[in-house]
């Protein structure tokens, strides 16, 4: 059973780094997929962030491409976000989940974890 | 980009209804549309991918259908366990999601 569990800190100031890891059990991330991130503001819809395949290659939002960074670490079997510059829209739900391929949905997601940001 | 709107926004309804929630796309994106539920508190769950293909394990009541810009999902009977808010997704181009159908009890 393919599972996916989001860590990393829940309060980020304005201005600061937001970091967090997905961790990947039940498959291996080196076998191939996509895998991506989610976001979901307090009582809002969701927001694709992005993706990277295995190999590396990474799909951005457009709208929040040049803050981001998505990493994949194959030997830890973990792929990571980073979105700098936060501010208060930047609060939300946070998942992590998986794509078979580029045209297919998200199959397998984590449970989520809520980051605020605020001073 | 392309933009999905979702309709309507907000449904009530009871057990036992068939319920149907409009897609439309902005722009032409085949049969690349998913749909998902969603629970208070939880994480979405796939329920319809390429338009109108079940995922493993939803029940049958749900069905998904259309192509290029209008799709539609339908649960043919509402369950107690169905109330949630959906969302449907394209993945044409990077992938975006439709603003959500909240589905309350009547």
């Known amino acids: 059973q393919v599972q996916l569990q989001e860590s990393g800190p829940g309060l980020v100031k304005p201005s600061e780094t937001l970091s967090l890891t997905c961790a990947v059990s039940?498959?291996?991330?080196?076998?191939?997929?996509?895998w991506g991130w989610i976001r979901q503001p307090p009582g809002k819809g969701l927001e694709w962030i992005g993706s990277i395949y295995h190999s590396g290659s990474t799909y951005y939002n457009p709208s929040l491409k040049s803050r981001v960074t998505i990493s994949v670490d194959t030997s830890k079997n973990q792929f990571s976000l980073k979105l700098s510059s936060v501010t208060a829209a930047d609060t939300a739900v946070y998942y992590c989940?998986?794509?078979?391929?580029?045209?297919?949905?998200?199959?397998?997601w984590g449970q989520g974890t809520l980051v605020t940001v605020s001073s | 980009d392309i933009q999905l709107t979702q309709s309507p926004s907000f449904l009530s309804a009871s057990v036992g209804d068939r319920v149907t929630i409009t897609c439309r796309a902005s722009q032409g994106i085949s049969s690349y549309l998913a749909w998902y539920q969603q629970k208070p508190g939880k994480a979405p769950k796939l329920l319809i991918y390429a338009a109108s293909t079940l995922q493993s394990g939803v029940p049958s009541r749900f069905s998904g259908s259309g192509s290029g810009t209008e799709f539609t999902l339908t649960i043919s009977s509402l369950q107690p366990e169905d109330f949630a808010t959906y969302y449907c997704?394209?993945?044409?181009?990077?992938?975006?999601f439709g603003g959500g159908t909240k589905v309350e009890i009547k």
């Open positions: 997704q394209q993945l044409n181009s990077y992938p975006s």
């Open positions: 989940a998986r794509r078979p391929t580029v045209t297919t949905p998200f199959d397998y």
């Open positions: 039940g498959y291996s991330i080196s076998s191939g997929y996509y």
